[in-house]
């Protein structure tokens, strides 16, 4: 569903989870690996941020990076990614953005983590430890390669 430009551009505060809303819902997933210092500060401004916004949804920082998926009117929503934006550290962050009739969450959470993405193997630097970079067209010719092995690690929710 297109985002709608223009018109009202603030939820009201009490808005609900599958509440009709008066403009559509601009959803964020975002994530990106990066060096991360003054969680604290920045999980508060985050917080700050987002009740000041309507956003809802979940942010899991980590010394490692940032994952989330968040929701709010499309100006909130891209506020929220400009502030990201604004510290040099997320300069690169992956973002992809989706659309809903209703807000899909009921409150907002910023969480402290030890990791962002769960590998419980110590001494993993996602920062540091990366791989190639494979562009969309090289896709097909690289999993036909008989010496590529392709994990697919998606869950069940995400494959749908």
């Not at 959803?27 to 969680?39: E, K, M, N, T």
């Not at 009740?51 to 009117?73: M, P, R, S, W, Y």
């Not at 997320?90 to 899909?104: D, L, N």
């Not at 990366?130 to 690289?142: F, I, K, M, R, S």
């Amino acid at each position: 569903m297109p985002l709608a430009s223009g018109g009202q551009t603030d939820y009201p505060s009490a808005m609900t989870a599958n509440e009709p809303n008066p403009q559509p819902v601009k959803v964020a997933a975002l994530y990106h690996f990066c060096r991360i210092v003054a969680l604290d500060d920045l999980a508060e401004s985050l917080r700050a941020f987002c009740a000041d916004n309507a956003i809802k949804g979940t942010l899991i920082l980590a010394e490692e990076g940032i994952n989330g998926t968040v929701a709010g009117t499309p100006s909130a929503i891209d506020g929220l990614i400009g502030l990201l934006k604004s510290r040099p550290e997320f300069g690169q962050i992956e973002v992809k953005f989706s659309g809903a009739e209703t807000m899909p969450f009921n409150r907002m959470k910023v969480r402290l983590k030890s990791e962002i993405v769960t590998l419980g193997v110590s001494g993993i630097d996602p920062v540091a430890d990366v791989g190639t970079y494979v562009q969309p067209e090289d896709w097909n010719a690289l999993i036909s390669d008989p010496d590529t092995v392709v994990v697919d690690t998606r869950n069940t929710y995400e494959i749908a």
